[in-house]
């Protein structure tokens, strides 16, 4: 089976290490995005990421994703509504 997206990249020096960026074409065919979580596996011919769960999302974006009406929400009352010690 032929692959569907097929690019040459260069493998660069990253700090300690070694890395290749993964660009947007191949990043969106490959449903990858930013703080998805993958393994690296070495194979026959090369190097598998697999990805093995959904992304950890940053508090911002759990804000935005935040639906008060669904998730029921909270009031703040700044009157005492029972019997509070003051």
Excluded: C, Y
């Excluded at 960026?21 to 194979?43: C, D, F, N, W, Y």
């Amino acid at each position: 089976m032929a692959p569907a997206l097929k690019v040459e990249q260069t493998v660069q020096e990253w700090g300690n290490g070694l890395g290749v960026r993964i660009t947007s074409p191949v990043a969106k065919a490959a449903h990858l995005s930013q703080g998805m979580p993958i393994t690296v596996e070495v194979v026959k011919n090369g190097v598998l990421l697999r990805v093995v769960g959904k992304p950890k999302l940053s508090l911002s974006q759990k804000l935005k994703a935040f639906d008060p009406k669904q998730h029921g929400g909270e009031i703040m009352d700044t009157q005492p509504i029972g019997k509070e010690i003051i």
